[in-house]
Each structure stands twice: as structure tokens, then as C-alpha cells.
């Protein structure tokens, strides 16, 4: 049996009994340990080491961690943090600890800072004035409390800002609710449907017919004033609130009386003297003297 050869049954080596690993595959636990290595990610990749060129502004992050509208607000906030006596305020720890909020921004806004330094500098003059010895001459008059204006603009500062909170929970419209908005037609006088020519003139077309059965044929001159029958329809209107219209030709037989009462019609509803109304489409057409406020 020659070196190469295996007997039928003999244990295969080692090399044919494990699959071989694929070298170009990464191990599970080698990328754990590439991403715990990794301080950031680009990409989805992880990025071992920084970039020999990269540059961060020196504003790229900012944190705010509490806001304020201004120094009194500042000054409120470090007092009733630290739960301070409002009416006995230590001077000393809260002068400090102003300065070293202002000292902040004014390295990142300078403008805002200087709102900050008129109160420090009230602060500081206070704290000072604390620390002179009381004099005992009785021709100086005792100035009280040197705390005493600080602490009356803070509880009205206070009482200020409570009451904005307290507006701010109401409801509010526009951000709370909607006020419906629907179209009211304000007025006094009654407002009636138009008349439109084509109903007047159906109107008018039915007196003319009647007038038509009650003509007479006889031939003779006769004298018709507009202005007679004008002031003829007024004394008519004048007793009554509303005629209907075809009362107002009612005694006037021949068509050419008609025709000049209806005309003088006209010539009144022209000089806005009497109105026109109709209270439905197809109803009967009504004529009463124009409204004139009081």
C-alpha cells in the first residue's frame, strides 16, 4: 500500500473533516469589535479614526439648557431654584452666580450680554452698599434696605409672568377653537325680490287686454297730462300701503288713457318716487310709494 492510499474505514484527516472558511468573509465577532471600535458612523460605515481634515465650527452645537426673557427673569430663576427668601436675598452667592451666567453668553452673544450687565452692575452695588459699616450719625437718615427695589421689581415681575401663564391656558382663538363666521344681512327695511321686465311686462300685457274688451269706437280728440295721472297714482298710494297693479288702471277704459297711466307709472319708479315689488317669482306685482327714512 503505497503512502497516498487509505484503507477502507480509516478515520479521514483532519483537513477533509472541517469545511474550510471562506478567508473573505468577515467574522461576527470581528465586526462586533470594529463597531465598538468605531467612534462614528459615515454612511452607515463605521469610522475608526478622525479625519485629518475635518473642521468643526466653534458654534456647530450649541445647548441651551434653559432659556430666559431677560435679567430679571434670570435673577427670579436663581432664587427660587436654590429656594432663596425672596424678601432676604444673599447677595453675595447670587451676584455670583449672575456674573457667571453672564459671563457665558457674553463669549457667544455679545449684544445679549449687555442687556445682562446693567442688572449685574445694580448687583453689585447693592452688595457693595451691604458691606459698608452702618454709620451712626443721627444726621444721616436711615435708606432702608438696599435690597428693597430689587426685591419690589421681582414680586411684580413674578406676579406679571403668573398671570401671562394663566392668560396662555385660556382657550385662545385660532389655536384653540375656530369662531364661525356666517354672513348676516343687517338692515331695517324689508328686503322684497326684484321685479324684472319680463314680468312687468306680462303685467302690463294683461291690462292692456282688458282694456282691449272695454274700448269704445269713437273717434274724438282728447288732451292727456302725464303729470295728472303721475299725481293721480300718488293720491292713490298715499291712502293705501300697497295696490296691486292692476287696481291702479282700474276706472281707466280707453287704451290711450291706459297707456298714458302707465307711463306716468313709469316716470314715478324712474324718480325713485315708488317702488316696484313682487313678494315671489309668478306672484301678483304690488306698487307702493318709495321708503324715505325718518
Known amino acids: 500500500m503505497t503512502p497516498h492510499q487509505a484503507t477502507p474505514g480509516a478515520a479521514a484527516p483532519a483537513a477533509l473533516a472541517e469545511p474550510k472558511q471562506d478567508a473573505g468573509a468577515p ?8 463597531a465598538a471600535a468605531a467612534i462614528a458612523r459615515l454612511y452607515g460605515e463605521p469610522l475608526l479614526r478622525m479625519p485629518n481634515d475635518l473642521y468643526i465650527p466653534p458654534d456647530a452645537l450649541e445647548v441651551f439648557l434653559d432659556a430666559f426673557e431677560g435679567p430679571l427673569d434670570l435673577l427670579l430663576y436663581l432664587i427660587r431654584k436654590q ?10 452667592q447670587v451676584t455670583l452666580q449672575y456674573l457667571d451666567y453672564v459671563e457665558q453668553i457674553r463669549q457667544s452673544n455679545l449684544e ?8 449685574a452692575a445694580m448687583l453689585i452695588e ?17 435708606v432702608g434696605d438696599p435690597r428693597a427695589e430689587l426685591v ?29 363666521a356666517l354672513p348676516v344681512e343687517q338692515g331695517l327695511a324689508p328686503l322684497l325680490p326684484q321685479v324684472e321686465p319680463h314680468d312687468l311686462q306680462r303685467a302690463w300685457l294683461d291690462v ?13 280728440r282728447q288732451e292727456l297730462s302725464v303729470r295728472e295721472h303721475m299725481s293721480a297714482i300718488l293720491r292713490t298710494l298715499q291712502s293705501q300701503r300697497f295696490v296691486e297693479f292692476g287696481e291702479l288702471f282700474a276706472g281707466h277704459a280707453s287704451v290711450p288713457i291706459v297707456v298714458v297711466h302707465f307711463v306716468a307709472l313709469l316716470e314715478l319708479a324712474k324718480e325713485t318716487l315708488v317702488e316696484i315689488t313682487q313678494a315671489e317669482p309668478f306672484a301678483p306685482i304690488y306698487v307702493r310709494l318709495a321708503y324715505s327714512p325718518a
Open 126 to 142: 447693592i452688595k457693595s452698599r451691604m458691606l459698608l459699616p452702618k454709620r451712626q450719625d443721627d444726621l444721616v437718615e436711615d
Open 152 to 180: 419690589r421689581r421681582l414680586l411684580e415681575y413674578e406676579q406679571i409672568k403668573l398671570a401671562a401663564v394663566q392668560l396662555g391656558t385660556l382657550p385662545q382663538e385660532g389655536r384653540d377653537f375656530q369662531r364661525p
Open 208 to 220: 292692456l287686454r282688458r282694456a282691449k274688451l272695454t274700448q269704445h269706437h269713437r273717434i274724438g
Open 27 to 34: 467574522d461576527a465577532a470581528a465586526l462586533d469589535d470594529v
Open 83 to 92: 429656594n432663596f427668601n425672596i424678601l432676604d436675598i444673599p447677595m453675595a
Open 112 to 119: 445679549l450680554a449687555a442687556e445682562y450687565l446693567l442688572m
